[in-house]
């Protein structure tokens, strides 16, 4: 018989191993790096600039109690009053006022004089606040020539404390008692000449004159039909061949009596002093072109008389002790 062959037996089939995962890496962590120092910064630094020649200097041609100067450069008056009203109806006074000061682009301020001005006698200590700062007087006037009264007047040169913005004054001395108050005669106010330099301005002289502190009201024999005459001289003046203008600013000026106002005997009008700018102060400007071309001094005339008001029988009495002439060259 046929041998029976015998059965191959299926491959058993190698299991499939499964894969070993491989190990995932620890990060390496990044190292830190220290800040590299570096030096200070150093302040920028600016060329200086090479020095300019000042456009406005003090005028060859002086006059005592007269700031003159002459270039290309103008002038501002600003000023304001801490009296709430000019006559009794209110005695109080604001503790302090502000203006403010603008001057044109591109220019520098070369002089800037305060002056203020209260009733009463001179206050031993006669310092007043600009804008924070504590200011003494550098030169004071009185006057005492109506009794009972004295009123006093003070100016200082702050050009050091003042740039373009507002100007504030306070703290100035005055006495607003019943010996004041009842006449209508109590106030406190002041004003600030500023004079600037500006290359895109015509050459010009400018005398700033702040020393006449005289009451214009008579010390006795009041009439109806007299004139009280008071008048004040700003001189060096020569050379003008262009436009000419004057500030005046006066103190105590009230609007319910009134004066006579000349300027080289040119009429200008009755009453244009009335506290026009605030209680008690004045800062009008007049254009004196033809006085300017024709004569080597500018006089200020006030004329006052006695008139029936509604307090009574009054004069004008006011001080106008800044005076500022300006005229092209």
């Known amino acids: 018989p046929a041998p029976t062959p015998s059965p191959t037996p299926a491959p058993t089939p190698s299991p499939t191993p499964a894969p070993t995962p491989s190990p995932t890496p620890a990060p390496t962590p990044s190292p830190t790096l220290s800040p590299t120092p570096r030096p200070s ?17 003090p005028s060859t041609c002086t ?19 801490l009296s709430f009203d000019e006559d009794r109806e209110n005695c109080n006074l604001r503790s302090s006022a502000s203006d403010n000061l603008d001057i044109p ?13 209260g009733s009463g006698s001179l206050p031993g ?69 500023v004079v600037y330099e500006n290359a895109s301005l015509p050459r010009a002289r400018i005398n700033v004159c702040s020393d ?19 008048d004040s001289k700003v001189r060096c003046i020569s050379g003008a061949n262009g436009s000419g203008k004057t500030t005046i600013v006066t103190f105590e000026s009230d609007s319910y009596k009134g004066e006579y106002f000349y300027i080289n005997d040119v009429y200008y009008g009755d009453n244009l002093f009335k506290g026009s700018t605030a209680p008690n102060l004045d800062i009008n400007e007049f254009d004196i072109t033809t006085q300017v071309q ?7 005339k006030f004329q006052t008389y006695l008139t029936y008001t509604v307090w009574g029988n009054a004069i004008e009495g006011l001080f106008a002790p800044v005076r500022v002439v300006y005229y092209e060259i």
């Not at 302040?43 to 200097?57: G, K, N, Y």
């Not at 682009?105 to 001005?117: E, N, P, Q």
């Not at 006093?152 to 306070?170: C, M």
């Not at 024709?294 to 200020?300: A, G, K, L, Q, V």
């Open 105 to 117: 682009a591109g220019s520098r301020i070369v002089k800037a004089l305060l002056y203020w001005s």
């Open 41 to 57: 910064p150093r302040p920028t630094q600016f060329p200086t600039p090479a020095p300019t020649a000042p456009l406005v200097v």
């Open 63 to 81: 006059q005592s109690g007269c700031m003159n100067y002459e270039g290309s450069g103008d002038y501002v008056t600003i000023g304001n009053s």
């Open 294 to 300: 024709s004569s080597s001094y500018i006089e200020f």
């Open 212 to 230: 006449w502190f005289e009451f214009t009201f008579p010390s006795s024999n009041y009439q109806y039909g007299i004139v009280y005459e008071y």
């Open 125 to 193: 200590n006669n310092r007043v606040l600009l804008n924070g700062n504590s200011i003494s007087a550098d030169r004071v006037y009185t006057d005492s020539s109506v009794s009972p009264y004295t009123f006093y007047g003070s100016e200082a040169d702050v050009t050091s404390f003042i740039q373009e913005g507002t100007i504030t004054v306070g703290s100035i001395p005055a006495d607003t008692s019943n010996t004041y108050c009842t006449p209508n005669a109590a106030y406190a106010a002041w004003t600030m000449v």
